[in-house]
């Protein structure tokens, strides 16, 4: 499932997570690609360690935690610090590529990626190019949004990013592992909460709702895994 997310940054917090990236240091980010990947990618990538870096994913952290639409999408049960990239100049693109099944994260411990995402940074219009391509069984989506936006998409789906023709695209990148680890499992929740957030605006709490509630938290219980 690829779903887009509008706002997920206001407007305060895009300008400070701005300004934090504009003073840190920046590297090749092949050091973080597998070993497919790095053949293929050919970008900048905000070091670990930097001084900003900190501060700005506590700030991606904390808005993603308040999304509900996130949530209810990847129904995340750990998610791997955020990494930030630029794409500009002769480091302008990334390849087709599929993101490694497993990252370790600063713990030390491994982590699943079923879901990846994408917070748009840059305003698409100080820049051309920069699309994000996911390819999936039902075509090819190419994907840029207005900076604060997210796109949430399989990490599983082969995706590219196209080359930064005139200005700079800066995006925060992450993946997810998901308390529902089948993608089909997690559409149907998907689905039905939403169907249910509709319903709840349209009828109220209406007993139907209730037990149609219940059902999603049943099969949510089902089919998470600790």
């Not at 690829?2 to 920046?26: F, K, M, N």
């Amino acid at each position: 499932m690829l779903l887009t997310i509008d706002g997920v940054l206001t407007p305060q917090e895009l300008s400070t997570v701005r300004a934090l990236l504009s003073q840190a240091r920046w590297a090749s980010g092949s050091a973080t690609a597998g070993v497919q990947a790095a053949t293929v990618k050919n970008n900048e990538q905000v070091e670990e360690g930097s001084p900003p870096l900190a501060q700005a994913r506590e700030i991606v952290l904390t808005a993603l935690n308040r999304n509900a639409l996130f949530f209810s999408a990847a129904l995340p049960a750990r998610i791997l610090p955020p990494f930030f990239n630029r794409y500009r100049g002769q480091t302008n693109h990334y390849g087709p590529h599929v993101d490694g099944a497993v990252r370790r994260g600063g713990d030390g411990r491994w982590l699943r990626t079923d879901v990846s995402a994408t917070l748009f940074l840059s305003d698409p219009a100080s820049y051309d190019g920069g699309e994000l391509t996911v390819h999936d069984t039902f075509g090819v989506h190419r994907v840029k949004l207005a900076a604060g936006a997210m796109v949430v998409y399989p990490s599983s789906s082969v995706h590219e990013v196209a080359p930064v023709m005139r200005g700079e695209r800066i995006a925060c990148f992450m993946f997810i592992e998901s308390l529902v680890r089948d993608p089909l499992a997690r559409r149907v929740l998907f689905d039905l909460d939403m169907a249910l957030v509709e319903l709840r605006a349209q009828l109220g709490e209406t007993p139907p709702l209730v037990r149609l509630t219940g059902v999603y938290h049943n099969l949510l219980r089902r089919w998470a895994q600790g």
